[in-house]
DNA sequence: AGCTACCGGGG
DNA sequence: GTGTACGGTAGCT
């Protein structure tokens, strides 16, 4: 009996036959392999004549067997005939044959990731099997905790003096590996602090190495997916070196050149960046996703302060001490952030029964999806099939009616009262049983606010169901956690919450199996029933609402107190089915709601509140790009602040003023108004001709090389005609050069015009004000 | 208005 | 690998 923690899956085929190859980690810390020759590939085809199955057959490709099962299609009774065949890659073919008999279900759903869901097996947690050489006779899931072994690191390239672009012809000069127990950093000149080898080709040996002896489960960087690892793979590639450092001693396989990812048979590569940028990102104060910013807000300390771009300078003069401690400190930060997130990223693979490495990279759809999978199969309920192509358009074309969102009136308010419904989708559709199945049922009668629709009453819905035990479990778990703190149990309510949040969007989502847009009409119409009755009440009681959106509400407290806020709470709360609620989320000191661009009516989801800690958190506006001058962001930020913090208007209208008037003057250094770009592809092929484009098309009559990837820098300058006819190289732009109309009107105005409606100036007698100033104010 | 291309992170 | 992916904006056409 072997018994360990499955951390990968893998299959090969050999003699003919289908191979499970198991990954993972015995209690003793013992790295374990092991392979299952007994498992078999299989779809199922809903037929009236399911003899013809068993003759389907193509070159090696051939039906094993046919068996009649009782199964559940979209919760109601069918007769589907399960064909096992011999080879994975069969199905594919087979099924194609199979759809000339009938309809074909479960024919995608990859051979590793069947074989977890028919064994009820998870990864990361413990495992049960009985072994004869390495080879599974049965195997069954237990219960343990998994420690987890991982290794961060990150690589430092070449880049030359004066070109920050990346560009795989630069060699890797340095890698860093960190554990706790575990610090090393490797390069090929001499440095302090590390192990020096005589080339970049002994370096990447001795990685492949290095990683071969810690022999880590979990391989972790920051944003590796995107950068590290292809960039390894281009320069082994390159140097005729295996980066043989799967447990099969295979390469990394790298994917997609959108949406890239890079897998290592056996060893779990975690992405850290890709996980919290798309899992914790909602949920975090940060614009930016860096290393430095998100290590800031979760550790509480950043990178080290090293001048990135002078690695070339200090590579080429040999004084690399400097940059050994800081690709260090990196992999450090990369691992604390690893095990900031463990609980989260260990509760999300559990939940959703996906090896790390694929739970790592789950979109919510796909979160939804893959339990719904699992739960379905303990059900009998058959998975119904994805869309095709044409299906895919008509369900685009579908579009729902949104959440209700209050016109806000602009303006800057003082203490404002933020409620909103507590999962408000979720315990919507739990309340009123919302489910595939369950619409329009024939045994019910009723209708559903807005639309002439019912849902069954008698028969709880599959997905309805199942939302009531996510969320009856996590009502336990948060009852269990405010008990005593643990974080394991606050990740694992997260995760739950990220999941159940997650159904509504999933239901909508065209590629989804159990897509409904009954259900989402019936969820956003409720939902809107449900914000206008808070909205109404709160009115009735003598409140002043300034905004709601979809869940919530927003009221300006004027004389009223934070007593009486709370006291609205349970007037609603009492006529509320279960399990809604309104919860009341906090009360803010001061917010900003702006017009719209064309009218002065109040803009729907731009705003922003200062919270007690005088922080702001602004929604709707823009965010960071490096492809937007600095100037903008920062006026808007600065004058977000000065408006809501100091109030005062004067303060505001000068820092805008200021602004122009430098502008015009050109006097913000070029720093401030570079436009920076990525060339994505050969100048040449271009179909359209962007600024970014004539830019780089100067770079090469320079004598650069210009490629895919090049960054290009650039300025605006003054004339006349197409903006790609005005732009001039960054490094050749004199700051007298730049047209400083041209960013006041597409960049400074834009993100600041409707904070100063707000404050009635308008963006005209601002602009013109410094022009001439007897035309003040009109 | 519709289409094409780029952003994110990394050095 | 029994495969498929985002969501938003600026500027050109």
């Known amino acids: 009996m072997t018994t360990f923690f499955l951390i990968d899956t893998h299959y090969t085929i050999e003699a003919g036959k289908a191979i499970i190859h198991l990954y993972g980690r015995d209690e003793k810390e013992k790295p374990i392999t092991l392979k299952d020759e007994n498992f078999q590939p299989y779809f199922y085809v809903l037929t009236k004549d399911p003899k013809a199955l068993e003759k389907l057959k193509e070159e090696d490709y051939h039906v094993v067997k046919v068996e009649k099962e009782k199964k559940l299609l979209l919760e109601k009774p069918v007769t589907a005939y399960k064909v096992t065949v011999n080879l994975p890659t069969a199905v594919p073919v087979l099924r194609e044959l199979a759809k000339e008999v009938g309809d074909t279900l479960e024919d995608d759903v990859l051979f590793t990731r069947r074989y977890l869901i028919d064994k009820g097996l998870t990864p990361l947690e413990l495992v049960q099997a009985e072994v004869e050489n390495d ?44 554990a706790p127990d575990y610090k090393k950093v490797v390069t090929w000149k001499k440095a302090k ?24 489960d979990i391989l972790t960087g920051y944003n590796s997916d995107g950068f590290d690892l292809p960039y390894l793979l281009a320069r082994c590639k390159k140097l005729k070196v295996e980066l043989a450092i799967g447990k099969d001693n295979s390469s990394p396989i790298a994917k997609g050149r959108t949406r890239q990812e890079a897998r290592i048979i056996g060893i779990a590569h975690v992405d850290l960046y890709k996980f919290i940028r798309r899992v914790l990102g909602r949920t975090m104060k940060t614009q930016s996703f860096s290393l430095d910013a998100v290590s800031k807000e979760l550790l509480g300390k950043g990178k080290k302060d090293v001048d990135i771009a002078s690695i070339g300078t200090a590579w080429n003069a040999g004084k690399i001490d400097k940059f050994v401690e800081y690709n260090l400190h990196d992999t450090k930060l990369t691992y604390d952030l690893m095990h900031k997130v463990w609980p989260s990223l260990l509760e999300m693979t559990k939940i959703v029964g996906l090896p790390l490495f694929d739970a790592s990279r789950l979109s919510f759809s796909q979160f939804v999806e893959w339990y719904l999978m699992k739960k379905a199969f303990s059900m009998n309920e058959l998975f119904p099939a994805k869309p095709g192509y044409k299906e895919q358009t008509r369900r685009m074309g579908q579009r729902a009616q949104g959440g209700y969102v209050f016109e806000p009136e602009p303006g800057v308010y003082d203490n404002i ?21 369950t619409v329009n049922c024939a045994c019910c009668k009723g209708k559903i606010p807005e639309h ?26 948060k009852k269990e956690s405010q008990k005593k703190k643990d974080v394991v149990l606050e990740a694992r309510s997260y995760a739950l919450k990220v999941l159940l949040n997650s159904f509504y969007g999933y239901l909508g ?24 009755d808070v909205i109404a009440k709160a009115e009735q009681q003598g409140f002043t609402v300034r905004y709601g959106d979809t869940d919530s509400c927003m009221i300006e407290l004027g004389k009223k107190t934070t007593k009486d806020a709370k006291k609205f709470l349970d007037l609603v709360n009492k006529d509320l089915p279960d399990p809604m609620e309104l919860e009341l989320e906090d009360v803010f000191p001061a917010g900003i709601w702006v017009a719209t661009k064309s009218s002065t009516t109040g803009a729907k989801k731009r705003y922003a509140l200062l919270d007690k800690e005088g922080n702001l958190t602004i929604k709707g506006f823009e965010s960071v790009r490096r492809n937007a001058a600095v100037i903008a962001r920062k006026v808007q930020q600065e004058l977000l602040m000065i408006v809501l913090k100091d109030r005062n208007e004067k303060k505001a209208v000068k820092l805008v003023k200021d602004t122009v008037e430098k502008l015009r003057k050109n006097k913000l250094p070029v720093e401030e108004v570079v436009i920076k770009t990525q060339i994505q592809k050969n100048l040449d092929k271009y179909e359209s001709i962007g600024p970014h484009v004539a830019a780089g098309k100067l770079m090469e009559k320079k004598g650069m090389t210009v490629k895919k990837g090049t960054l290009v820098a650039y300025i605006v300058k003054k004339g006349e005609g197409k903006i790609r006819d005005r732009v001039e190289l960054a490094e050749d732009a004199k700051q007298s050069q730049y047209d400083g109309e041209y960013y006041i009107s597409h960049s400074v105005i834009p993100a600041v015009e409707n904070i100063l409606h707000v404050l009635g100036v308008s963006p005209e007698s601002i602009t013109e004000a410094t022009q001439q100033t007897s035309l003040k104010g009109f």
């Open 509 to 532: 989502f065209a590629m989804a199996r159990w897509y409904s847009a009954q259900c989402v009409e019936a969820i956003t119409a409720y939902a809107r029933h449900y914000v206008k």
């Open 452 to 477: 002439d629709m019912h849902f069954c009453k008698k028969k709880q819905g599959f997905i309805s169901g199942t939302i009531k035990e996510l969320l009856d479990y996590r009502t336990n778990i």
């Open 135 to 178: 080879t599974i006779k049965s195997i069954k899931p237990a219960q343990g905790e998994y420690k987890p072994k991982a290794l961060a690191f990150d690589i430092e390239t070449y880049t030359p003096p004066g070109r920050m672009e990346i560009d795989y012809d630069n060699p890797i000069i340095m890698i860093a590996l960190y």
């Open 193 to 216: 602090g590390a192990e020096v080898l005589d080339s970049e080709k002994s370096m990447l040996e001795r990685f492949v190495t290095l990683i071969k002896e810690y022999d880590p």
């Open 417 to 437: 009262a933020v409620y909103d419904y507590r999962s408000l989708y979720p315990s919507i559709i739990v309340s009123h049983n919302i489910s595939p199945g």
